[in-house]
């Protein structure tokens, strides 16, 4: 299965927020062996969320859209999303029911928020007010951290690939020294290798279990390993 991520927010754009919630789906993507081919950062700008969704839910078996779901005059994800799929939001009947179960009368509520996008399915949003939607192959969440992963909760299980295992090897040399022995290693084994420099270099192998195993093994006899502490 392959995904494509979508921020959307002028401030992440800016550096003023730091994009942890991509960070955190790539990562529990790839958990449940799902690869992310995409993760595309875009304005509060309904054309702009429009051409990348649409773009990206024609690649990718899903596309998950976060941020700017708010009634705010800037957030503008669910007509980006609904321009997309040529049409426009609406108040959604489920998404109102849903809000005044949990006690808020649409006059409590700001204009726009039960707005989705024609022909949405409502995703609830367990931490919070502004809901989420589901409409063909592209999932729209929240941007608060905490909300998004409440919701990732209850979609989770729609993503699923192969899982792999995965482990990493550290090495207190520096990466041009490593060169031959990374080679060989991808070489003699069915494993992604992958070299990762910052104070030591980090060799991520991935595939199989026993392969890992066996490929992490040769590794460690081979290279130098960081002092510890
Ligand atoms: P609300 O309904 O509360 O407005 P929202 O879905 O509209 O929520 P945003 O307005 O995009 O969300 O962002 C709300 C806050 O969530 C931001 O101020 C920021 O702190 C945080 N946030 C948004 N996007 C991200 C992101 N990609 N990574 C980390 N934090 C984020
Ligand atoms: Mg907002």
Redesign the pocket.
């Known amino acids: 299965m392959k995904v494509a991520l979508v ?3 002028d ?2 754009l800016a550096g003023d ?6 960070a955190w789906l790539g990562r529990q993507l790839a958990e449940r062996g799902v690869d992310v081919e995409r993760i595309t950062v875009v304005p509060d700008r309904v054309a702009d969320i429009a051409a990348v969704v649409n773009e990206y839910r024609a690649a990718y078996d899903a596309v998950i859209v ?5 009634p ?1 005059h ?2 503008v ?1 669910m007509e980006g999303v609904a321009a997309a799929f040529g049409t426009e939001v609406a108040e959604h009947e489920g998404a109102r029911e849903w809000l005044a179960g949990d006690g808020y009368a649409a006059h409590d509520l700001a204009e726009g928020t039960t707005h989705l996008p024609r022909t949405a399915d409502l995703l609830p949003n367990p931490d ?3 809901p989420g939607c589901v409409i063909g192959s592209v999932y729209v969440l ?4 905490d ?1 998004m992963k409440g919701m990732w909760g209850e979609i989770a299980d729609e993503f699923a690939g192969e899982p792999r295992s995965r482990t990493v090897v550290e090495a207190a040399e520096p990466e041009s020294a490593l060169i031959d022995r990374l080679l060989s290693v991808q070489e003699q084994f069915d494993v992604s290798v992958g070299s990762y420099p910052n104070d030591v270099v980090r060799i991520k192998l991935q595939g199989d279990a026993e392969e890992v195993e066996a490929a992490a093994a040769w590794l460690r006899e081979r290279v130098e390993a960081p002092e510890t502490e």
């Not at 927020?17 to 991509?22: C, D, L, R």
């Not at 929240?142 to 951290?145: L, Q, R, S």
């Open positions: 921020t959307v927010g401030e992440i927020t730091v994009n942890t919630n991509a976060t941020g700017g779901l708010g705010t800037d957030d994800t919070g007010v502004a929240p941007g608060v951290p909300e």
